[in-house]
């Protein structure tokens, strides 16, 4: 194998791709979860608020160990992976994905259940008396309304788990290749004094999630100028 | 087409609605009543947005509600257009327009799209994004989506009520030839005396969720004296809070307010504000208010009704013979009047 002298590179994917599978799975699971935020008159809906926000305040550490209880072969979740035929969730990528969504979900909720909210049940209801299904109007008229809230759920989610190093120790551990994220590929450089090498993954984090935010608001703006 | 029969029974909390009434299969029918009333909850079951415990609902012939019938929002063949007109921003106004249209089956199509763009002089406007249309054509495109739909009864809920004096006398003509024009019949919602006069052929009166009369136009308008004598209209005028206490109107003229009410919504009843020649000598208070009479009506030898323009809105004042008798009561003439009582809506 050539050596391209990016040792970086292989961290930088793997946060990247972490990044976007959870953030891609946590959207279409927060959407039901965020509706249902909004709709509810359930007296136990600040419970469930409370819930969901609590990644928000525990120490990353804290999400880690629990998750790495649950994950692991004897836990309830890694048990019955296992059960359906999966690998070890513990130090694999999978584990990694799992443990992601639980500490970014407030980030994606969030901004989802405010734009539903924001929205109330005006717009969805006139699209009832024009005809459309119950599901048809949602997918019409609620989540072309709410597109701010899902490019802000977007973004947050997926810096937010970019960014994420605690949980990803605990759960994942050092693994290269497999679980070494950046952020953990920039802590090693560090405790090893290597700091030209900490200094390039840095840099590079850093242009990516500019250039990354930078698109978004740029998106978001001309969206609203259009309409 | 066949005629409706409409039984509603819906209680909440502080609230009985009991409204039995048929309605014409074509022409102009008004729903009148005060705010507060029970018409948008009315709507609201008819439209199938709320489920009453009891209702028998048919529409020309179609059981929408009955003891073991419910037919969702989307299953009643009923176009609604709504006070606060509630276009989709997302959509342009033909995609606004096709929304009801396209979901609508093929077979139950019976109204065009070219047919209402001309009656409604909405070709101009298609393309457009609803955000630049002014409140009376957002209206027309509102009246356009629901009659594409070629409903079996169209509901408008107090249409022009939201829109300023120029558009509601815009509007109103396109209103008039919409039931002939298309053989929907129209049931107009307003609690706006003028508006039910020049449109409606046949009328229900609704007042704390009952109904107090109802058949055509000339007789119910032979009890009205009798109806509105048990209420006199609500006015409601829209202005803002400047201050606790303070109601700012658009013109720049302020009611005060019991500091309690924050809404920019003011319930005054046409009982309860005089109309004064000139402002007494040593008068000091804030409840004075200048306007414009806009029109007068006799309901009957002992009632009249004056509409008067204070800051654009209209509000209506009852007024006894001998009242208009004064020459300083006529259309054009600018009026004092004192606000007696004031009804805000606390939110």
Redesign the interface.
């Known amino acids: 194998m050539p050596d391209f002298s990016f040792p970086g590179l292989t961290p930088l994917i793997l946060s990247i791709k972490l990044a976007g599978v959870t953030t891609l799975l946590l959207i279409i699971l927060a959407t039901p979860l965020a509706w249902w935020l909004s709709q509810t008159k359930n007296s136990l809906k600040p419970l469930f608020e409370a819930i969901v926000a609590l990644p928000l305040v525990l120490p990353p550490t804290v999400i880690g160990f629990y998750m790495l209880i649950l994950l692991g072969p004897e836990g309830f979740i890694g048990r019955s992976w296992i059960g359906m035929g999966g690998d070890s969730l513990t130090f694999s990528f999978s584990g990694l994905v799992i443990a992601s969504m639980i500490y970014s979900l407030p980030f994606v909720v969030q901004p989802i259940q405010n734009a539903f909210e924001g929205l109330g049940r005006?717009?969805l209801?006139?699209?009832?008396?024009?005809?459309?299904?119950?599901l048809?109007?949602f997918f019409?008229?609620v989540l072309?309304?709410s597109?701010k809230g899902y490019l802000t759920a977007l973004v947050l989610g997926f810096a937010h788990t970019l960014g994420e190093f605690g949980i990803v120790l605990m759960v994942g551990g050092n693994i290269p290749g497999k679980t070494r994220v950046i952020s953990i590929a920039i802590y090693d450089h560090v405790e090893m004094l290597e700091y030209g090498d900490a200094h390039a993954l840095s840099a590079g984090l850093l242009i990516f999630s500019l250039i990354l935010l930078l698109s978004v608001y740029l998106i978001n703006h001309r969206w609203r100028i259009r309409? | 087409m066949t005629a409706s029969d409409i039984t509603i029974e819906f209680s909440y909390p502080g609230f009985d609605l009991e409204a039995s009434f048929p309605l014409p299969a074509k022409g102009i029918s008004g729903l009148f009543g005060p705010s507060g009333a029970g018409k948008t909850t009315l709507i609201r079951c008819l439209a199938g947005l709320e489920r009453p415990a009891r209702a028998h609902i048919n529409v020309g012939g179609r059981i929408w509600q009955s003891d073991d019938i419910f037919l969702a929002p989307h299953e009643r063949r009923l176009g609604l257009v709504f006070q606060d007109v509630r276009l989709f921003n997302h959509l342009s106004v033909r995609k606004n327009l096709l929304y009801g249209y396209d979901r609508t089956a093929p077979e139950d199509r019976k109204i065009r799209m070219e047919d209402v763009l001309n009656m409604l002089d909405l070709a101009p406007l298609l393309d457009k994004r609803p955000e630049k249309l002014s409140g009376g054509e957002g209206q027309r495109v509102a009246i356009g989506r629901a009659l594409l739909t070629s409903p079996a009864l169209l509901l408008m809920d107090e249409p022009l009520a939201a829109l300023g004096e120029q558009h509601k006398k815009d509007i109103l003509p396109y209103l008039k030839k919409l039931p002939r024009e298309f053989g929907i019949p129209l049931l107009y919602v307003s609690h706006n005396f003028e508006e039910m006069a020049s449109l409606a052929d046949y009328m229900v009166c609704l007042n704390r969720g009952r109904i107090q009369a109802q058949g055509n136009w000339q007789d119910v308008a032979t009890q009205l004296p009798d109806i509105l004598d048990r209420w006199a209209p609500d006015n409601v005028i829209y202005g803002e809070i400047s201050a606790p206490g303070r109601f700012k109107l658009s013109d720049g003229q302020v009611i005060t307010i019991p500091a309690a009410v924050t809404s920019p919504r003011l319930v005054l009843n046409a009982r309860d504000i005089s109309l004064l020649h000139s402002p007494p000598g040593n008068y000091a208070g804030d409840a004075l208010l200048t306007g414009t009479i806009m029109d007068i009506t006799q309901l009957d030898r002992d009632k009249n009704i004056v509409r008067i323009s204070l800051a654009g809105q209209d509000i209506h004042v009852v007024l006894g013979p001998r009242g208009v008798d004064q020459p300083w009561i006529s259309v054009g003439q600018d009026i004092h009047m004192m606000i007696n009582r004031i009804r805000g809506e606390v939110e």
């Open positions: 005006n717009a209801e006139t699209a009832w008396t024009l005809g459309a299904r119950p048809e109007a019409s008229v072309p309304l597109t309409t």
